[in-house]
């Protein structure tokens, strides 16, 4: 399983301008129509089996869509000009910013999902069920159902019958964040997305979202206010979105901040989805590791291994971290190890080309391999990864930080050299992104590396332990052996297998065939406890040997 992250804001604009902080029509914006036939084709020949298209939900922006019917939101409450895809103003409509015919913008989404399918890949969206923006209004929600906040009581800071919290009576104050007078009125003020329970957040703080309201009391000791038998409002509502969604064909749902809404939720309503849909994914983000267990129990498919891999690997891209950590991350998910999701990039965290990490895309490659061919992990790539993409723009509100903004308007010249013909990418970019899909085609395609045993070499291996990593995978007759060097020096080296390898996985000992995968070069190998294998790595390369035997 390989999940492609894409924010279609950026990823289809080809326009030029980049006016740090402009507006859509001086920078663009891309379209869900640009998903077409080709670019789908071109994604899924990467290995790619799921598409998780970012920012689909209506969200607050500054651009203003009122000639469609569309409420404009208060820009002292959006962050940047085009806002984030995390502060939903409705959950029952689709972005307009993607949209050519505005009007028809749910139709363009359900064609882009059928798109999707037939280029034989799944759809993932988000979910946010957390916070939303503060201005949030439904204006697409179906006949009879009633908007969040519609019916609460808010001059009660708590109650498991409302959907948002209150600040006793006072007005919303954001003095610690704007440099002028305020206009944007909020009485009482509602509590901000981040856990912050006071009427005056800062500029740290999720300021431009509100906190939904699952029966917690936060302020009081976080009492739990539900049972069995008494279910709070926001489960119904939030059960009944994610329904909405299912029901237009997507296949997975990507669920933002999960672990800040209580287990007992997930458990209600990942029950009620998949008793309807059985096959539907759901995709936790969480942080905390000892959470882990709780939350896959509830019902999550898979879940974020950030507070675990992917800061061991990018700890041992940097080099301030050895290669035989590795062993320790695997071991402390051990027990619910396809549950974790691997990845390098995303949204959140900076890019590997990045000053701020790696500052070189190659470095990365090791990590990369690891990821999708350690276990049967599913694998997240994050659009323009496979390209180099630095992520060193100021755009705007965000700002040279290493990322790729969620908030402003602007174009990637990776990405459009990449998938939409502006130009010919650079003999480096192209170099990469073929690494990239030969790992990943790989790793869907190799019997042993998508569905075979593992067994980690490392404790036997101990001159590798600073730079280098190695383990086995096998399916039936078929054993590959992967080898990495995360070091930007020539390795030679003579990689054992210890005799309990030969036992738990049925190895044969011998002389055989073999072909290294990454270069469809032919090898010999005498494979044999007594003696290792001899391997040649290059500088932040990785070596992928398979024979079979027979």
Request: charged share 25%; with cysteine; aromatic share 12%.
């Given at each position: 399983?390989?999940?492609?992250?894409?924010?279609?804001?950026?990823?289809?604009?080809?326009?030029?301008?980049?006016?740090?902080?402009?507006?859509?029509?001086?920078?663009?914006?891309?379209?869900?129509?640009?998903?077409?036939?080709?670019?789908?084709?071109?994604?899924?020949?990467?290995?790619?089996?799921?598409?998780?298209?970012?920012?689909?939900?209506?969200?607050?922006?500054?651009?203003?869509?009122s000639?469609?019917?569309?409420?404009?939101?208060?820009?002292?409450?959006?962050?940047?000009?085009?806002?984030?895809?995390?502060?939903?103003?409705?959950?029952?409509?689709?972005?307009?910013?993607?949209?050519?015919?505005?009007?028809?913008?749910?139709?363009?989404?359900?064609?882009?999902?059928?798109?999707?399918?037939?280029?034989?890949?799944?759809?993932?969206?988000?979910?946010?069920?957390?916070?939303?923006?503060r201005?949030?209004?439904?204006?697409?929600?179906?006949?009879?159902?009633?908007?969040?906040?519609?019916?609460d009581?808010?001059?009660?800071?708590?109650?498991?019958?409302?959907?948002?919290?209150?600040?006793?009576?006072?007005?919303?104050?954001?003095?610690?964040?704007?440099?002028?007078?305020?206009?944007?009125t909020e009485?009482?003020?509602?509590?901000?997305?981040?856990?912050?329970?006071?009427?005056?957040?800062?500029?740290?703080?999720?300021?431009?979202?509100?906190?939904?309201?699952?029966?917690?009391?936060?302020?009081?000791?976080?009492?739990?206010?539900?049972?069995?038998n008494?279910?709070?409002d926001?489960?119904?509502?939030?059960?009944?979105?994610?329904?909405?969604?299912?029901?237009?064909?997507?296949?997975?749902?990507?669920?933002?901040?999960?672990?800040?809404?209580?287990?007992?939720?997930?458990?209600?309503?990942?029950?009620?989805?998949?008793?309807?849909?059985?096959?539907?994914?759901?995709?936790?983000?969480?942080?905390?590791?000892?959470?882990?267990?709780?939350?896959i129990?509830?019902?999550?498919?898979?879940?974020y291994?950030?507070?675990?891999?992917?800061?061991?690997?990018?700890?041992?891209?940097e080099?301030?971290?050895?290669?035989?950590?590795?062993?320790?991350?695997?071991?402390?998910?051990?027990?619910?190890?396809?549950?974790?999701?691997?990845?390098?990039?995303?949204?959140?965290?900076?890019?590997?080309a990045?000053?701020?990490?790696?500052?070189?895309?190659?470095?990365?490659?090791?990590?990369?391999?690891?990821?999708?061919?350690?276990?049967?992990?599913?694998?997240?790539?994050?659009?323009?990864?496979?390209?180099?993409?630095?992520?060193?723009?100021?755009?705007?509100?965000?700002?040279?930080?290493?990322?790729?903004?969620?908030?402003?308007?602007?174009?990637?010249?990776?990405l459009?050299?990449?998938?939409?013909?502006?130009?010919?990418?650079?003999?480096?970019?192209?170099?990469?992104?073929?690494k990239?899909?030969?790992?990943?085609?790989?790793?869907?395609?190799?019997?042993?590396?998508?569905?075979?045993?593992?067994f980690?070499?490392?404790?036997?291996?101990?001159?590798?332990?600073?730079?280098?990593?190695?383990?086995?995978?096998?399916?039936?007759?078929?054993v590959?052996?992967?080898?990495?060097?995360?070091?930007?020096?020539?390795?030679?080296?003579?990689?054992?297998?210890?005799?309990?390898?030969?036992?738990?996985?049925?190895?044969?000992k011998?002389?055989?065939?073999?072909?290294?995968?990454?270069?469809?070069?032919?090898?010999?190998?005498?494979?044999?406890?007594?003696?290792?294998?001899?391997?040649?790595?290059?500088?932040?390369?990785?070596?992928?040997?398979?024979?079979?035997?027979?």
């Amino acid at each position: 399983m390989i999940i492609y992250q894409v924010l279609p804001r950026l990823f289809g604009n080809r326009k030029d301008n980049r006016k740090v902080g402009g507006d859509i029509q001086e920078n663009g914006c891309g379209k869900l129509n640009d998903f077409n036939v080709k670019t789908l084709e071109s994604i899924r020949a990467m290995g790619v089996t799921h598409l998780w298209y970012t920012g689909v939900i209506r969200h607050a922006t500054t651009t203003d869509y009122s000639a469609y019917g569309i409420p404009c939101q208060n820009a002292e409450v959006v962050k940047g000009k085009a806002g984030s895809p995390y502060a939903i103003v409705d959950y029952y409509d689709v972005d307009p910013d993607l949209a050519v015919d505005v009007p028809r913008r749910m139709e363009e989404w359900e064609a882009a999902i059928e798109r999707t399918h037939k280029a034989g890949m799944k759809v993932i969206i988000d979910f946010v069920p957390n916070h939303v923006a503060r201005e949030y209004h439904s204006i697409c929600k179906p006949l009879g159902v009633k908007d969040l906040g519609e019916e609460d009581d808010s001059s009660a800071a708590f109650s498991p019958r409302n959907n948002f919290y209150y600040c006793w009576g006072q007005p919303l104050d954001l003095g610690r964040i704007l440099t002028e007078g305020q206009t944007y009125t909020e009485i009482p003020a509602k509590a901000t997305g981040n856990d912050c329970f006071c009427n005056a957040p800062s500029s740290s703080d999720w300021y431009e979202t509100v906190k939904l309201n699952y029966g917690i009391d936060y302020v009081n000791g976080h009492v739990k206010d539900f049972s069995a038998n008494v279910i709070p409002d926001t489960w119904f509502k939030m059960c009944d979105i994610l329904m909405f969604w299912a029901a237009k064909g997507i296949d997975g749902f990507r669920c933002d901040m999960a672990e800040m809404v209580p287990t007992e939720f997930w458990s209600y309503a990942i029950s009620h989805v998949k008793a309807a849909y059985p096959d539907i994914i759901f995709i936790g983000e969480v942080y905390n590791p000892g959470l882990y267990r709780n939350y896959i129990a509830s019902g999550f498919d898979y879940l974020y291994d950030k507070v675990g891999m992917y800061d061991c690997l990018r700890g041992v891209i940097e080099g301030h971290r050895n290669a035989g950590d590795i062993t320790g991350q695997w071991q402390a998910t051990d027990d619910i190890g396809g549950h974790m999701l691997y990845f390098l990039e995303n949204h959140d965290e900076q890019r590997i080309a990045s000053s701020f990490f790696a500052g070189d895309p190659w470095k990365a490659i090791p990590a990369v391999l690891v990821s999708c061919m350690l276990k049967g992990n599913p694998f997240m790539l994050y659009a323009g990864q496979e390209v180099g993409e630095k992520g060193m723009d100021h755009e705007g509100f965000s700002g040279r930080d290493g990322r790729t903004t969620i908030f402003d308007y602007w174009s990637l010249p990776t990405l459009q050299r990449a998938f939409y013909g502006k130009g010919e990418g650079s003999p480096e970019e192209r170099a990469l992104r073929a690494k990239y899909q030969k790992v990943m085609r790989l790793a869907e395609d190799e019997r042993a590396i998508s569905q075979g045993a593992f067994f980690d070499l490392m404790y036997v291996n101990g001159a590798l332990f600073q730079k280098q990593y190695a383990w086995l995978r096998k399916f039936d007759d078929e054993v590959v052996l992967i080898v990495v060097n995360f070091s930007g020096e020539v390795v030679n080296c003579e990689i054992a297998i210890p005799e309990h390898a030969f036992e738990v996985l049925s190895l044969c000992k011998g002389t055989f065939k073999g072909t290294e995968l990454l270069v469809n070069q032919s090898v010999v190998l005498d494979v044999d406890s007594a003696a290792g294998l001899p391997v040649v790595l290059n500088p932040y390369g990785g070596v992928v040997i398979k024979w079979v035997q027979e």
